[in-house]
């Protein structure tokens, strides 16, 4: 007598109850996108104590006929949370999925308030390698730009600097003044091979102004009192004109935008120049 074999069902415990709990509370299902899905992955987490615990609900949904990348998303390995930042940005051109980019720049934000700037520097460095590692500009733009977190780190960048010069904390080193390292500039032998010192002196002064320093210029404005510009403010007689780089969405612009900035003094107005 031939002997029946019997088909082994899933095996159920309390893990795999609690992932049925929290798909049936959210509507989850295969159909839903990893947007979706990440938005409750931390609380699926908090309910899985181990390993063990994990695997039996990746079997699950496994048998839900959950993707992979749906998996990953909804229970991510911890081992993998450390990922370096190169590493994640080849993964996302590896896969060419465009949600894979947004998980991990969302992965990179920041997780309290204390975490804004380190986190900005963070995803700074992910479009970068994103950008080396082949992908596209426009979807690096849209799914590995967080704004807001952009916009915080700069408002607590600028309410830091404030408050140091208000405690009078911003200090410049004595040798990265502009009147000390004019002097060196100026005093570079240029028919000999340049030291790196030369070299730092100059790369230091090109930064100080994003404009091009060939096409900066400082002339005297004479006012007619009584028939001023719209442009004029009193007091203010010397002013440095050019062409300033292009930034943002102008980045790639071939026509520079014009740059003036006004002074009191020709000191100050010099000052531009370097």
């Not at 039996?56 to 998996?71: M, P, S, T, Y």
């Not at 920041?110 to 700074?124: G, H, T």
Request: hydrophobic share 35%; proline share 5%; aromatic share 6%.
């Amino acid at each position: 007598m031939a002997t029946v074999r019997k088909t082994r069902k899933p095996k159920t415990n309390s893990f795999t109850s609690i992932l049925d709990q929290v798909l049936n509370k959210y509507n989850l299902s295969a159909e839903s996108n990893p947007l979706q899905l990440r938005a409750h992955a931390d609380e699926l987490s908090t309910m899985l104590p181990d390993w063990k615990a994990r695997k039996d609900v990746k079997e699950a949904l496994h048998r839900c006929l959950f993707k992979e990348n749906q998996i990953g998303v909804l229970v991510p390995d911890k081992r993998k949370k450390k990922l370096i930042i190169e590493k994640r940005a080849l993964y996302c051109a590896k896969t060419g999925n465009e949600w894979d980019i947004y998980i991990h720049a969302l992965d990179l934000s920041p997780k309290s308030n204390d975490e804004i700037i380190a986190s900005c520097l963070r995803l700074f460095l992910f479009r970068n390698k994103l950008a080396k590692a082949g992908i596209a500009q426009e979807p690096i733009d849209i799914y590995a730009k967080l704004l807001g977190v952009t916009t915080a780190s700069n408002k607590i960048q600028k309410e830091q600097t404030e408050q140091d010069v208000a405690n009078n904390q911003l200090k410049i080193p004595p040798h990265f003044s502009l009147e000390k390292g004019l002097k060196r500039i100026q005093n570079i032998d240029t028919t000999k091979d340049l030291l790196l010192q030369d070299l730092a002196d100059v790369i230091m002064m090109l930064c100080i102004r994003p404009a091009e320093v060939s096409s900066l210029q400082i002339d005297h404005y004479e006012v007619d009192p009584s028939n001023p510009s719209a442009w004029y403010k009193n007091g203010y007689s010397w002013y440095c004109t050019g062409y300033a780089k292009n930034k943002g969405e102008n980045k790639n612009n071939l026509e520079p935008r014009p740059f003036l900035s006004m002074e009191k003094n020709p000191e100050c107005a010099k000052a531009l120049l370097i």
